[in-house]
């Protein structure tokens, strides 16, 4: 394993310089929850599903993250068993939350006629949102407050907000509170036009607030330090596709993907962000983004900027026999982790390590893995860290490496690179799709787990019922 390269961006250099070191993820281990006893209810998925991932393409998209969530909840309600208000609870994650649409949870649940006594409350924990509202659910059924929860993740990233400078938004309110025509005029003369230009909320969105580095910035970081090369990350993100667009083909997406209809009409059918016909030649040719000229991280090898939603029910022992329900899958635990921002993309490495070990588990009991893509050099970097025998040691506290995750379990049917990231949806994404590959497949246990801006990591261990 390299010591991670002391670079620096413009952005970087107006603060104070950080030192970015791996070592400093021996931190983690007091951020690992204590061991959980496993007497809790048993928790199953029952169904769920999401709307196309639709690319974002520089306006706002044809839906607001409620208009998403809307729009494949639905037809997911309508094929249950039971009233849309047999629900206990709605929980959504929701990164870049509408002004219009504060707690997205509950105007979601309104708009889906689940009554006027649903409760329903959103989280945001970053990319992990999506994951973290399935956790919340999953943990008042196991302890007893809850038998239905609708669990979900919403993002139309193409909506997020414009911040405006500190001298816009004094300026707006300045004019905004001037009482009198003439207290209005003198407000007025205070405006200038650079105050037009705004600090743009996504960009921000997608930088760490601590250490000033892009998400993108973060991935090279570790992609630097375990070795990956670019025609890896190329060969990996090519992969991504391929499988993506086999899947699509084959219809393993049907039942799990519903289409949506704008208000205008359009119809909304497929992920819009596959190229089947993408190769090493052409990714090859795309030039890095995050550090020029020599990195790695490319708009062919990062995941993409996408809206989308998506849902999962879930329900206690009690509720599937009441409601004659078919379980997909049961969620056996859980284990968030916290580390570095700087070295975010290796949340994974340390959750779903210390979530095996605490379950009795290792690797190889583990049929199915759902990495998300935030960048090829990101996965790889995770992959790479479970066989280096220091860092196991080191930071996650294992005497012999964790193993390797053979590719063809890994990521089966495509991920975020060629499917896109709505940030507070892929989560919820990642382990609906586990738990449906899991069926499908025949096999017994999955993993779902991704990195956290702001550096934290979250894991799920399903088994199929
Ligand atoms: C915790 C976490 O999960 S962190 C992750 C959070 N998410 C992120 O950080 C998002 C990361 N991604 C990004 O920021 C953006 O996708 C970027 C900056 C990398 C790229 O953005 P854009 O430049 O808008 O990408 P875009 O899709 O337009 O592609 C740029 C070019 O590459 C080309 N391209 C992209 N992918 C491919 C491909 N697979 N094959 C061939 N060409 C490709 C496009 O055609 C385009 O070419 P053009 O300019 O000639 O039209």
Known sequence: MEQAPNTSTPAQRRTP?????????????GSRSAPRSQTGRKVYIVDGARTPFLRARGEPGPFTPVDLAVQCGRPLLGRQPFAPDAFDYVILGCVSVLADEMNPARVAALRLGMGEAMRAFTVQINCGSGMQSIDSGFRLIEGGQADLILAGGAEALSHSPLVWSRNA????????????PLKRL??????????????????RGLTDPITDLSMGRTAEIIGHAFGITREQADAYALESHQRLARAQEDG?????????????????????GVRPDTSMEQLAKLKPVFERPYGRVTAGNSSQITDGASWVILASEEAVEEYGLTPIARIVDSEWSALDPAVMGLGPTICSAALTERLGF??????????NEAFAAQVLACLA??????????VLGLEAPYGEVPRDRLNVDGGAISLGHPVGTSGNRIVLHLANALKRRGLRRGIATECIGGGQGGAMLLEVA
């Not at 310089?17 to 281990?29: F, G, K, M, P, Q």
């Not at 707006?172 to 009198?180: D, K, L, M, P, Q």
């Open 17 to 29: 310089s950080r030192r970015v070191s791996l070592r400093r993820t021996e931190a983690i281990r």
């Open 169 to 180: 938004t004094r300026w707006f309110g300045r004019f905004a509170t001037a009482r009198s």
């Open 186 to 203: 003198a407000a007025l003369g205070g405006f200038r036009p650079n105050m037009l230009k705004p600090v743009i909320g996504l960009e």
């Open 252 to 272: 393993t997406f049907a039942g799990e993907l519903i289409p949506a209809v704008s208000r205008d009409g359009q119809l909304f059918e497929k992920d819009d």
């Open 362 to 371: 290792s690797r190889e009991d583990i049929d199915l893995w759902e990495i």
């Open 385 to 394: 860290a479970w066989t280096d025998e220091d860092y196991c040691r080191e």
